[in-house]
């Protein structure tokens, strides 16, 4: 047998790896258009109409819209990370990935890698077919601060995603519960459908440090005439923030992993099923 | 260097209770006090009913689970505390997993099982055709998963384990669900692949007697999560050698028969079975000569002898012998 | 048939309640439903400066609290498909046994309904608590409330069936299939603000809905004057409404057998009621 990779070879073919399901099957399966695309945008739409029936300023539309785009990374990091790994477990798949001499932060990365591509469609769709139909202009005031908001807020987002895949080592059947329960208070307190401003200065602090609450605030300030007005904080705080939850996420993630995989060994919970 | 592939000190494992589970639920010790060597190179055998404790061992073996006394190290590092060296060096197999993704073809699922231990693709490709070929599975490496029947879907199990080329493999009952014929094609490639090379050392869990006469090296008799004995299944029949095993077809014994026969001086065991024709009875004498009175008893019933033979002991016996039960027996409770 | 659903109830109610100890039990059925109406809450609260007491709220707010029923039956029997053919392998003994497949699937339904009653409850009391909800005790229609009651529970159980049918045979590549579409259909059904606010192209798929309709009959029941303040169904009576309602439910419950007739027969025939499509 020929060498085998280790360090960051193994983990780079690893992250491939597990990427490679998730990729492939959305060529071989696509109801996945359907339900993670077409009706999430509907659904998106939804809210667009509350504000609509209720006389809103038309630029909360487009704050809408950025919200449902930029929700689909939360709901991939949740569903595709989180619960995943719960999945895993309940298959069979997880005692051989911890067998497997990989990380499981590779694991994690490739599932949402493999995710990614489902998501940004989601997201793209979301954000090009509900401007076009709702009449949403963004004009976009610096493209390279904005690329920069939206990569840090994709690092922090995912490695809080990869803390909360740590958790679902332990737990049971209250994972998808648990994941479930994530979802709404989440786009409430980030402000997915309104400026995060209209919490009081406390609450919203406390909501910044959810990535999605700073991201979408700083978007919607570089994109839309209002939103400098309608902002939290100002972009370059917001920026320097999520930064540092970036940081500060991917090595919490790498320690709760390490921790919680020990834990769930000890406590023999990697191999049970169904229970 | 190290000699032992896998080696135990006082290993013990106890489940217990988690606060939220029911109250009724007890500790349970699934592990006692097991102490093992296994040389490199060698077929290691478990051998024990369902609930023994093979697959706990096991677990802890390949790092899923921790110890709750004792320790553990295979290939010299130990499994509780050194777990980041031992993966490289291993791989398991169990009977009846159903890991991978349904979607995805067999090659595709072994290859990415491949990738989590760093095989190149290519290196990767050859050995799944190689390993593909010696199950009989050729023709289904296009196959979605999701569409293998569950001996096939074991076929792909047993190629995923060997496909790493591990130092040691752990195989936990892994001819569970495969057919005779397979299952003969299986055993004889783990006695091949371990025999290939000196550094390969298998540890297989079974309940089938015959799987473990006929593979291993060295069989443990492991029940109620304690290792009851250890040694070449030959010498482990030896034990018996001093008793003599007959088998005998009569007339229709009675209840009082059957006691009377157990209760002769010499008589170490008897067991009968009803049959379509009469019955069907085991002895196990503490020497030949027994038999001339159980003969006797069976003539001064009036119970007609069909037919007598002696049979060679086996490591159900051993396991008779040991805990004073077949395993059935003890798996029915 | 009746004991297929009967047990089936009794299994989705062991599924859906036991899963957590009491507290954190609690804690889901309280949070979820309240931060998802919160949502809404802030929203209206922002552009209205905090008129609660307007017709227009409780509006939204009893229909958004009702609808959570759509969502937790279409999600709870698209996901008992799932879960039974993936996680619990269990699919395949149902088939085999003598279980009438669509009742097992309608009683998983009716669990889901059952354990979002408790949610529903729950948001309705905080919105009268705290929020000015013109809903008063001595003013409700209860003939009328428990009329819809049922009523919603035959008719989410036929889109429940048709949407779980469909499940059968797709692969398991989205968790929240049953979410997705109640989520779709939340735009339709006139649940957060009168049909009137669609793009009359769409106005159509609304009234073609019967959760529209039963919406409304809730609202009747519930806050008569708020569904009054609505012109979108105001001449139709109540019994006409419960007659719309029975109507469509029937509409759907053929559209529903025809699916799983034909998606049973898929899946059968392809093999799929074993498979597992998770990746």
């Keep these: ?275 | 260097m190290q000699a032992l592939a896998i080696e135990t000190a006082r290993l013990g494992r106890i489940y217990k209770p988690r606060r939220n589970e029911r109250h009724d639920t007890k500790e349970r010790v699934a592990l006692s006090d097991v102490s093992l060597a296994v040389p490199r190179g060698e077929l290691f055998g478990l051998l024990g009913p369902n609930g023994a404790g093979k697959t706990t061992l096991i677990k802890i073996l390949t790092t899923l689970l921790a110890p709750s006394s004792g320790w553990a190290a295979v290939e010299g590092y130990d499994v509780h505390r050194e777990p980041q060296f031992v993966r490289p060096c291993i791989n398991m197999v169990s009977g009846g997993e159903a890991s991978g993704y349904g979607l995805l073809t067999v090659r595709e699922n072994l290859w990415m099982f491949a990738q989590f231990y760093g095989l190149s693709s290519s290196d990767a490709n050859r050995r799944i055709a190689e390993l593909l070929e010696i199950v009989k599975m050729s023709d289904r490496i296009n196959t979605k998963s999701s569409q293998l029947s569950t001996g096939l879907r074991q076929k792909m199990n047993i190629a995923r384990g060997f496909l790493t080329d591990p130092n040691v493999l752990f195989l936990d009952e892994p001819t569970l669900g495969l057919d005779v014929e397979a299952s003969r094609d299986a055993r004889n490639y783990i006695r091949r692949w371990v025999k290939e090379q000196a550094t390969r050392t298998v540890l297989l869990t079974t309940h089938y007697m015959v799987e473990a006469e006929e593979l291993c090296d060295r069989v443990a008799i492991i029940n109620g999560g304690r290792v009851l004995a250890c040694d070449t299944p030959q010498n482990l029949k030896r034990r018996l050698q001093r008793e003599a095993i007959f088998h005998l077809e009569a007339a229709p014994l009675g209840a009082g028969d059957v006691a009377a026969i157990a209760a002769l001086p010499g008589v170490s065991k008897a067991s009968h079975q009803a049959t379509g024709f009469g019955s069907s009875v085991e002895l196990m004498l503490q020497e030949e000569r027994v038999l001339g009175p159980v003969i006797g008893l069976l003539e001064s019933r009036q119970i007609g002898l069909r037919t007598l033979t002696k049979r060679e002991p086996t490591l159900e016996d051993v396991f008779v012998e040991l805990v004073g039960r077949s395993m059935e027996e003890v798996e029915h409770g | 048939m009746w004991t297929s659903l009967k047990t089936a109830t009794w299994l989705g109610w062991q599924i859906e309640s036991n899963w957590a100890s009491p507290s954190l039990f609690a804690l889901y059925s309280i949070v979820k439903p309240l931060t998802s109406a919160a949502i809404l809450v802030v929203m209206f609260g922002m552009i209205t400066q905090g008129n609660f007491a307007s017709t227009a709220f409780s509006y939204l707010y009893v229909g958004n609290a009702f609808y959570m029923y759509v969502g937790a039956v279409m999600a709870g029997m698209a996901q008992a498909v799932v879960d039974d053919r993936e996680r619990f392998r269990t699919l395949k003994s149902m088939y085999v046994a003598p279980v009438h497949i669509p009742m097992y699937l309608m009683g998983r339904g009716v669990a889901r309904f059952l354990t979002t009653s408790l949610s529903v409850a729950i948001t309705l009391a905080f919105g009268v608590l705290f929020l000015q909800l013109q809903l008063s005790l001595g003013d409700v229609r209860w003939g009328l409330l428990l009329a819809a009651l049922v009523a919603g529970v035959a008719l989410l159980a036929m889109m429940g069936l048709t949407l779980a049918s469909i499940v059968l045979v797709i692969a398991h590549n989205s968790w929240l299939v049953g979410e997705a579409v109640a989520a779709a259909l939340y735009l339709f059904c006139g649940a957060v603000f009168p049909l009137e606010v669609l793009p009359w192209w769409l106005r159509p798929v609304g009234y073609l809905m019967p959760v529209t309709y039963w919406l409304e009959l809730v609202r009747r029941a519930l806050v008569g004057r708020v569904a009054d303040a609505y012109p979108t169904l105001a001449g139709v009576g109540d019994l006409q409404l419960l007659v719309l309602v029975a109507i469509l439910t029937l509409v759907f419950a053929v559209v529903a057998a025809a699916t799983f007739r034909r998606c049973d027969h898929l899946a059968r025939e392809r093999g799929l009621i074993d498979r597992t499509t998770n990746y």
Excluded at chain 1, 24 to 30: A, D, G, H, I, P
Excluded at chain 1, 137 to 154: E, G, I, K, P, Q
Aim: charged share 10%; with cysteine; hydrophobic share 60%.
């Design chain 1, 1 to 275: 047998m020929g060498s085998r990779s280790s360090g960051w070879r193994l983990f780079a073919r690893t992250v491939m790896a597990r990427a490679y399901p998730r990729l492939v099957m959305n060529v071989r399966e696509k109801w996945w258009l359907v339900f993670d695309i077409v009706l999430p945008l509907v659904g998106v739409c939804a809210y667009v109409f509350v504000y609509r029936a209720n006389g809103a300023h038309p630029d909360l539309i487009g704050f809408v819209i950025l919200g449902g785009a930029m929700s689909a990374y939360w709901m991939n990091v949740l569903w595709a990370m989180g619960n995943q790994l719960f999945w895993e477990k309940e298959t069979g798949n997880l005692a051989l990935y911890i067998m497997a001499p990989n990380s499981m932060m590779a694991i994690l990365l490739g599932m949402a890698l493999g995710g990614m591509a489902t998501t940004t469609l989601r997201a793209a769709s979301i954000l090009a077919i509900g401007s076009l139909m709702f009449g949403v202009r963004f004009d976009v005031s610096n493209a390279a601060m904005l690329f920069v908001v939206f990569a840090l807020a994709l690092v922090a987002l995912y490695g809080m995603g990869m803390m909360f895949a740590s958790m679902f080592l332990l737990f049971g059947r209250e994972g998808w519960h648990l994941v479930s329960l994530a979802q709404e208070p989440v786009f409430l307190l980030s402000g997915t459908f309104f400026p995060v401003r209209n919490f009081n200065f406390w609450v919203a602090a406390g909501a910044s440090i959810i990535p999605l609450t700073l991201a979408l605030d700083a978007i919607r300030q570089l994109t839309s005439s209002s939103g400098a007005a309608l902002g939290f904080l100002d972009v370059g705080t917001e920026v320097a923030v999520l930064a540092g939850l970036s940081v500060v996420f991917l090595i919490a993630a790498r320690f709760l992993l390490a921790q919680l995989e020990r834990l769930a060994i000890a406590e023999g919970r990697l191999t049970e099923s169904r229970a």
